[in-house]
């Protein structure tokens, strides 16, 4: 069935560094994938998304490619911040699994200053 | 905006309780989604309602039920509370089955 797989935390990076997230998901249609944020002791905020190959979804500094070659969306931002710190969600929707979401388990980020 | 509230953002209940999540959206959205979230298993989809009075489980519905009466509320039902029901809930309303999910801030129960 579809799934997503997302890179075990928890990353720890300085303040300036560069992120990358990364994430892969196996889906027998053509899903739409979506990045989502939880910051702490809130629910979950739409990062960003791409909806077919080749798309580039992007947002407050974060980007991610939609990849059908490597079936891949890898998370990345040039430069984090402290407030920046969350949990990163990676996940899918497809018209093949009845148009349910398949989250990832998610991805502790901490910057430290 | 879109909206997505939860009754409460922390609960404590005694095993055997029944317990009531409630989750209002203020979007005129279709669907609404309730999860449960627990540390290295990400979201879990529980149940899932496309239209007012209708529900679907989810991938792990047993020990809950749902209630859909009205199109703006979605209530989440533990008959009888176990410990292995500790957990955060979350539930979620978007406008179509392919859009994007708007999420509640999260109830975090505790079932002692």
């Known amino acids: 069935g579809d799934s997503v797989t997302q890179m075990e935390g928890p990353v720890t990076l300085s303040e300036e560094a560069f992120l990358t997230i990364n994430c892969t998901y196996t889906a027998t249609g053509y899903p739409s994938l979506f990045w989502y944020v939880q910051y702490p002791g809130e629910g979950l905020q739409l990062l960003l998304k791409a909806t077919k190959a080749d798309d580039k979804g992007s947002n407050k500094g974060f980007e991610a490619t939609y990849r059908k070659e490597t079936t891949s969306f890898h998370l990345e931002k040039g430069s984090v911040q402290v407030s920046d710190s969350a949990v990163y969600f990676c996940a899918l929707i497809s018209s093949n699994t009845g148009n349910q979401f398949y989250f990832g388990t998610g991805t502790s980020l901490t910057v430290i200053p | 905006d879109v909206k997505v509230t939860q009754s409460s953002r922390y609960l404590v209940k005694r095993t055997g309780e029944k317990v009531f999540l409630e989750c209002v959206q203020d979007?005129?959205?279709?669907?609404m989604f309730w999860y449960r979230q627990d540390p290295g298993l990400g979201l879990r989809l529980i149940y899932f309602s496309y239209d007012v009075k209708m529900k679907e489980k989810g991938d792990i519905p047993e020990g809950y039920s749902v209630s859909r009466e009205k199109k703006e509320r979605f209530s989440l039902i533990l008959e009888s509370a176990s410990t292995n029901q500790t957990s955060m809930y979350l539930c979620?309303?978007?406008?179509?089955?392919?859009?994007?999910?708007?999420f509640g801030p999260g109830t975090r129960l505790t079932v002692t």
């Open positions: 979620a309303s978007s406008p179509n089955r392919v859009y994007e999910q708007y």
């Open positions: 979007m005129d959205h279709e669907n």
